[in-house]
């Protein structure tokens, strides 16, 4: 398995104006395969498009997108990769989408109608495609998971999605400033991989 | 015809990272009407639902949508308001949407679907409502409009759409650094209104 | 003791482009202080003079400055405020600020030596004009401190800073997702406050 | 002269929260010369930093600041420059900097002291290092100038400063939507260039 980081994500949160974070956008592949991680939001669409085109890379062509969970800004551009079965914990079928808010409320029906008939529901300690650890980390929202896996180019890549979301927060850990369960495994996954692919940061070579 | 403007819209355009530039998003509304004029986009759509749980106000109490033109970040929220006939100038029919990029495309093939049916078309020098002055402004897109409109508790209104996006913008044409059609259209109504709704800025006083 | 939040901070991180974060700018006041709370960033100083006119409020009123900690972010705008002291944890002074790196050194040596000579060193457990709690919280910088506040119109008022910066990172400790010595004082504070002045995001009211 | 583009700029405007656009910053040299054209503003900072880190370039290499004018989204950050010369139309001279706001002001006023005794006063048709041509364009402030220069690696090379931000406003004037002076221009410089490097937006390659 190959891995391509397509566009690293970002933090843009501003009360009473704007929530447009949108998670990195990666993708692993092989001769059988092209699974995106996270396909991110509409706020990084236009930019995600140049970077398809200059991979020469087609929607259809993406054959899985597999999800750390299931918020809108990693996961509604699934809507996009029309061809792909999509890959995400079983936590993430019993939540009531349409009651999240007026207009959230409909975001979220709309991005689970569209992939409820092509999901597969994914468990803790599964690998998935002879390559992919799932790590069922349920602690920023119930069907979360972090993914490990050793790639041919980049060697062992942590994926730990929203339980450690930039540099500056594997930092605190690092330096014990945060000291959980969560800390916890970031550590032990850190100590193991040669990357941590952040989702809203850009990747992080760890230096031994 | 009454006047509240519910969210100022906001620029942010980061190249090869993230486009969430949403538009301002305003309403206009007598005792039969409850008129949204340009509802925005996703961006803004978690804090445009505070304002509206504030003011208890429900997306199907909107009555009709009025768009200054048929681009994402002015329209693309337009489906959460499902009650809504949509007011737009005809030139918006008639474009190649499926083919603006490869998930461009899907995204504005997917908002024309929605709005072609609720459609209703207007064009220059047209007045809505009783009460909105309709001018055809293609200087931005095809199917531009600005509107100007009387209320009753925010004296006369410009809305420039995005002809004129801010009071920078408007800075450039009242010092005369910028001189063509455009620049004429914004001081001709500029000298007429008390008020100018700016698409991605506050609103603006003008002072005599 | 009265509270006026002047403006709300935000987060804006966008990998390899912009870092333009800026904290919560809050003041504190009676007859005899003004009170700046983490005087915030230059991306906030437009908008930050917008509200200064608003309150006729000029850059010499403003007699203290209270840092919750010595990041640019929170405390570079400290240098308008020429009248007022600085009050900030000591473990600030002993910091190598000029290794911070190249344009960052830079930036934190001229913060240091702009605030050295009126600095007032603030330590754990004390209390400030007989009115602001001091609580030492070394979780996310050495000399970052908490503050807690009867006040007049707002009720009971807890400041985090950044131990606790946004809503969802609240929610995340209320939900127990988050477990640590950080969680413990956040929720200790939580159960007696009415309302949590958060650094980036907008004030949150605390509904028992 | 080769050309090196550091960062590419951005527009972040959000009405009554954040002004943080910063300005591209690029580098022309040749044996003798580092030329930092537009310098930028804090926000762009910490990544701009990481630029200079990957090139091993240091502040002290650069020998001249090249200012297409004279705000602080463009030229604040010519302060961690101190080596250099800064070269800017004279026009800068004669503003009011400490009147343009209570905070505003005093970071104006600071800009302009610290260029003041080595500024370096342009005009419009110099020739600079025998290279870059001045065209003074004061569509956006007095002092505006836009440079062209043919380099040994980019082909012909026009910066056309703020009177043009992003390829969107060029797309405008190609569409003939915009027909003013400052349209004349940029049209003449497009027709002889191969790249357009804009000041909030990535370069662009001119197809013909």
Known sequence: MKLDVILPG?????????????????????DKH???????????MRFLE????????????????LLTHFHLDHAVNSKFFKNASVYVHEKYRNKPYSKFGMFSGQAYQG???????????????????????????????????SFFV?????????????????????FDVLRGLRTDKVANIVKEYYDKSDYIIFTHDSPYKIEK
């Open 10 to 30: 970002s933090t843009i949160w501003i009360p009473e104006r704007v929530q447009a974070s949108y998670s990195t956008v990666a993708m692993l592949y092989d």
């Open 34 to 44: 092209k699974i995106l991680v996270d396909p991110s939001h509409e706020g990084s």
């Open 50 to 65: 140049e970077e398809f085109e200059k991979r020469q890379l087609h929607p259809e062509d993406i054959t899985e997108v």
């Open 111 to 145: 991005m689970f109608n569209n992939v409820r008939d092509r999901d597969v529901l994914i468990k803790d300690g599964e690998k998935l495609f002879d390559s992919i650890d799932v790590i069922h980390t349920p602690y920023h929202s119930s069907e979360h998971c």
């Open 150 to 170: 050793e790639t041919e180019n980049w060697g062992k890549v942590f994926f730990p999605g929203d339980i450690c979301m930039t540099r500056i927060e594997l």
